[in-house]
């Protein structure tokens, strides 16, 4: 288990650019959630997948916003023209689906800091 | 809808002395609760959880938190605080295998 991964680890754009941020999950994990951190402020849910489907889009902020898991393993997050205000640690957590109503644990990777100039 | 209020955005505590930090939550169904700790540039790392069984919960370094229903609350405690302690610590609701909502966390420091 090496936890998961995230990359890049930082991420300097200019505005009006694309950037594109990769996230490879704990490996036997079936749901991969992203989320959205600004200073001062707890993690922001965006949106998550349960193998390749994605369950829960409504809450990525704009749409310019899109994330992808083509085979249900790796994912990653698109954000296009992006604005200064979408500087930010994007996180991304890994769990495995419980059974019998039950919450799973999300496992978070290191983050993605976003600084657009 | 679920939310989570964490009283008090920084805690100053000496080395030594009894760490609380609180967290009230909002929920309509039975909530999953959660305390998260953030080192400066590293991911969340999972304390402990609550998932309706005992109301009192133990995570791991020295942390523990309970759940009081009457209260709405999941306030977390250590006996003795250590320099280690010094971080980010986010209090999260969840109603089952939903997403998670944070609180905006609380910085604690530790004074040597």
């Known amino acids: 288990d090496t936890g998961v991964s995230q990359n890049p680890r930082h991420k300097i754009t200019k505005r009006g650019q694309n950037v594109t941020f990769r996230c490879d999950p704990i490996?036997?994990?079936?749901?991969l959630y992203w989320y959205r951190q600004t200073l001062g402020q707890g993690p922001e849910f965006l949106t998550y997948?349960?193998?390749?489907?994605?369950?829960?889009k409504s809450r990525l902020l704009s749409d310019r916003f899109s994330a992808e898991r083509p085979k249900g393993s790796f994912s990653t997050l698109e954000i296009q023209r992006t604005e200064q205000g979408d500087s930010a640690m994007y996180l991304c957590?890994?769990?495995?689906?419980?059974?019998?109503?039950?919450?799973?644990?999300?496992?978070f990777g290191p983050g993605t800091r976003l600084t657009v100039l | 809808a679920q939310s989570v209020t964490q009283l008090g955005s920084h805690v100053s505590v000496s080395e030594g002395a009894l760490v609380l930090l609180r967290c009230n939550y909002s929920?309509?169904?039975?909530?999953?609760l959660f305390w998260y700790v953030q080192y400066p540039n590293q991911g969340l790392q999972l304390l402990l959880k609550?998932?309706?069984?005992?109301?009192l919960v133990k995570g791991i370094n020295g942390f523990e938190a309970e759940f009081k229903k009457s209260e709405t609350s999941f306030h977390l405690t250590k006996p003795s605080a250590h320099m280690s302690d010094a971080a980010e610590y986010f209090c999260?609701?969840?109603?089952?295998?939903?997403?998670?909502?944070f609180g905006k966390g609380t910085r604690l420091s530790v004074i040597a």
């Open positions: 490996s036997e994990h079936n749901r």
């Open positions: 957590a890994s769990s495995s689906q419980s059974t019998g109503g039950a919450t799973d644990t999300q496992y």
């Open positions: 929920s309509s169904v039975p909530p999953y």
């Open positions: 997948f349960q193998n390749e489907a994605q369950l829960e």
């Open positions: 609550y998932t309706s069984a005992a109301t």
């Open positions: 999260a609701v969840s109603s089952g295998n939903t997403p998670l909502v």
